[in-house]
């Protein structure tokens, strides 16, 4: 059983920065793609990016020139790097390892708020 935890959120203002990590275990997650997802509050959740195995990567709009995802196989870890944070990217992060089935993390709370 994969087990996804996040880690890295917290409350920063705007114009700052955040690097949110997701630590799997039980599994490799090598051999997967990978994403990061958000839910503001009455919002559904949405896509913030993807990298897959090799480590392409894509972004949705709202993250593309300020988040930058990556990973760490060696690590069995993915990051979020997200700079010049507005208060629209509030939200609850979740990371997920892609596949059937999806595995999805608890969340990290990001709060951008002067």
């Known amino acids: 059983q994969v087990q996804l935890v996040e880690s890295g959120g917290g409350l920063v203002r705007p114009g700052g920065s955040l690097r949110l990590s997701c630590a799997a275990s039980?599994?490799?997650?090598?051999?997967?793609?990978m994403g990061w997802y958000r839910q503001a509050p009455g919002k559904q959740r949405e896509l913030v990016a993807t990298?897959?195995?090799?480590?392409?990567?894509n972004y949705a709009d709202s993250g593309k020139g300020r988040f930058t995802i990556s990973r760490d196989n060696a690590k069995n870890t993915m990051y979020l790097q997200m700079n010049s944070l507005k208060p629209e990217d509030t939200a609850i992060y979740y990371c997920?390892?892609?596949?059937?089935?999806?595995?999805w993390g608890r969340g990290t709370q990001v709060t951008v708020s002067s």
């Open positions: 990298i897959s195995r090799r480590g392409s990567t």
């Open positions: 997920s390892l892609l596949g059937v089935p999806t595995y």
């Open positions: 039980g599994s490799s997650i090598s051999a997967n793609a």
